[in-house]
């Protein structure tokens, strides 16, 4: 049974910063670590596709909303993936999740191809 755990949410200033991780476990594919995205819903709406980076780390893709500001990385010693969100503006707010699945590069923006979810962490952009 693949978990997902993040960690990190918060209540920041806009203009701030702050860092999101998720921690997998439970994964037994020995040769692949898990594709992996971030994915956001903002109160009153519905969820959106943040972004997405590659079972190794070498394609990485963001919504156009948090290009340039957000960047995705991860350390598959440790089975974690990072969300880095900089210049944060108040319709950053939002629960954050990460979603993970098995490696492929179809449909990545697609909330319904990942079979694995974490339970949210908030993240609150103040004026």
């Known amino acids: 049974q693949v978990t997902l755990v993040e960690s990190g949410g918060g209540l920041v200033q806009a203009g701030g910063s702050l860092s999101l991780s998720c921690e997998a476990s439970g994964y037994t594919f020995t040769e692949y670590a898990l594709s992996m995205a971030w994915f956001r819903q903002g109160p009153g709406k519905e969820r959106e596709f943040v972004g997405f980076?590659?079972?190794?780390?070498?394609?990485?893709h963001y919504t156009d909303s948090v290009k340039g500001r957000f960047t995705i990385s991860r350390d598959n010693a440790k089975s974690t993936v990072y969300l880095r969100m900089n210049s944060l503006k108040v319709n950053d707010t939002a629960v954050y999740y990460c979603?993970?699945?098995?490696?492929?590069?179809?449909?990545?923006?697609?909330?319904?191809?990942?079979?694995?979810w974490g339970q949210g962490t908030q993240v609150t952009v103040s004026s």
């Open positions: 980076i590659s079972w190794n780390g070498e394609y990485t």
């Open positions: 979603a993970g699945r098995v490696p492929s590069l179809y449909g990545f923006e697609r909330g319904d191809r990942y079979p694995y």
